[in-house]
């Protein structure tokens, strides 16, 4: 088997055994990238030399048998809005342009620690604010499955690098849903953990508070793998929480016996693609038949999620993007009349056009007058929301559901009405108001051949629930063939 098709934990297994060495297995990424990237657009800095560099430094750790850890030596992409040192780190937005940090955000260094070497950055909605990743400033990224259609966002570059073989895995952030999304319409794996299990130090904010670090991945078990390296207490974030059981590859026994599983009626009902819902109700029968409990249960609140979210989103973000003013690095604009001139002009050059629409909600939703009536109001309906949830989970191991409406819209839909996008966020962003955790995974494709993924959501801390319910659906499902991707070779050729 070429190099290309090796899950993460397989190229692993095989520099352990001295099949192939940690060189190898970065340049075959590499290689795919040079061949690929051209067409999809995932990444938005590759580092060749570096990446070469580091897999000598891996190996001859390897060799002295300093690294033992089952993903030392392989390849993986970082979302670029997480900090890497000496390594650009834009978040896709022309006001960081040009932006090298002087440390790399934690998860970097536990990657590193495990001996993993990063291939490159990939692309992104600019500051994670969008859920199709065409609002990069530099690029648009296309779905491998069809490059007429998007890949989903934010994290749209890291899913389509691993749908495509580009890397084995990658790293994403989600906020509303931007892991879970792109990997439903990429047809990959991908987990938002807990919030606080993954530090968040060097992860450029959008929402502080809904913001969360997690692995995407071709499988189940890689996820889970990249997770127990990504997880740890970190001093330097107050959200990071002391865990002790991360050892979450233990749960995958593909047992689910005795496992009770609500579905929520609220989402599968009015707005959801006929094939979306049949693919989960086929996850549904998959896991009866594998001595699942399974059934339907009313979630409610469900339609305020998407208001309170944005509510409180768009006002994180408005206050943390407050820093980009061209002063301290980043982009100044040229021509600019006094200090509060280049502050405007900077921003209003630097900034994208989803990014404005967002910090002019946010700030309008914090000021004065409008505080009490929209953040406050929005502020206890994420309370009321974490209460649904509590409540659920006293009856449920996990929550099963889809992930988006439909499959993955063409390029240009969405950006023509910013609302129908928002919306497409129903089934995902009150795991994030909760703080829970959720995974999605592919469950077959529609007439189009698009992915449609499903989505297991658990509660807090209980991510070893869904690791399980996932890798026994995973193994009811069977084999989910990648993309052919004939289009790139052709668009390159």
């Not at 650009?88 to 790399?104: D, G």
Request: charged share 25%; glycine share 10%.
């Amino acid at each position: 088997m070429q190099i290309k098709n090796l899950t993460a934990l397989e190229t692993g297994r095989k520099i352990r055994k001295r099949e192939i060495s940690v060189t190898e297995a970065v340049k075959a990424s590499l290689e795919q990238i040079e061949k690929l990237d051209p067409a999809v657009g995932s990444f938005v800095t590759v580092d060749e030399e570096r990446a070469l560099k580091r897999a000598e430094q891996v190996q001859k750790q390897m060799d002295r048998g300093e690294l033992t850890g089952p993903l030392a030596g392989v390849p993986i992409g970082v979302k670029d809005n997480i900090c890497t040192k000496g390594m650009k780190t834009t978040c896709s937005s022309k006001i960081l342009y040009n932006f090298e940090p002087p440390y790399s955000a934690e998860a970097v260094v536990n990657l590193e620690k495990a001996g993993m070497v990063i291939a490159g950055k990939t692309n992104m909605d600019e500051f994670a604010m969008g859920s199709t990743t065409e609002t990069s400033a530099f690029k648009i990224t296309r779905n491998p499955w069809n490059p007429e259609h998007v890949p989903g966002g934010s994290s749209g570059g890291s899913c389509a690098a691993v749908a495509a073989g580009m890397v084995p895995c990658a790293l994403g952030s989600d906020t509303g849903g931007s892991i879970r999304q792109p990997s439903s319409f990429c047809g990959v794996t991908g987990i938002k953990p807990t919030y606080g299990t993954v530090s968040r130090y060097g992860l450029i904010a959008y929402g502080s508070s809904l913001d969360q670090i997690g692995p995407i991945a071709g499988n189940v078990e890689d996820c889970a793998a990249l997770l127990e390296i990504l997880a740890s207490h970190d001093s330097k974030d107050s959200t990071s929480i002391e865990r002790k059981d991360l050892d979450f590859t233990a749960a995958l026994t593909g047992d689910v016996k005795g496992m009770k599983i609500g579905i929520p009626a609220e989402y599968l009902s009015e707005g959801l693609d006929l094939q979306v819902g049949e693919a989960v109700k086929k996850a549904a029968e998959i896991l009866k038949a594998q001595g699942a409990q399974v059934e339907e249960f009313s979630l409610k609140l469900v339609d305020y999620a998407i208001p309170a979210y944005y509510v409180i989103a768009s006002a994180e973000a408005s206050s943390n993007l407050s820093r980009f003013d061209g002063v301290k690095y980043g982009y100044r604009a040229e021509e600019y009349e006094g200090l509060h001139g280049m502050y405007k002009k900077s921003r209003s050059e630097g900034f994208g056009e989803e990014v404005k629409r967002r910090i002019m909600l946010g700030s309008f939703v914090l000021s004065s007058g409008y505080y009490d009536a929209y953040y406050l109001k929005a502020l206890k309906v994420k309370a009321m929301i974490k209460q649904a949830f509590d409540q659920a989970f006293e009856k449920y191991d996990a929550i099963l559901g889809p992930v988006a409406p439909a499959t993955a819209p063409r390029i240009g839909e969405s950006l023509k009405d910013p609302l129908k996008m928002y919306l497409g966020d129903i089934y995902t962003v009150s795991v994030n108001l909760a703080g829970l955790p959720g995974i999605s995974l592919p469950m077959g494709t529609d007439q189009r051949g698009l992915p449609i993924g499903v989505q297991l959501i658990g509660d807090c801390f209980q991510e070893k629930k869904i690791f399980r319910a996932a890798y026994g659906l995973e193994q009811g499902r069977g084999a989910f063939r990648g993309p052919s991707l004939s289009w790139a070779d052709a668009k390159k050729n």
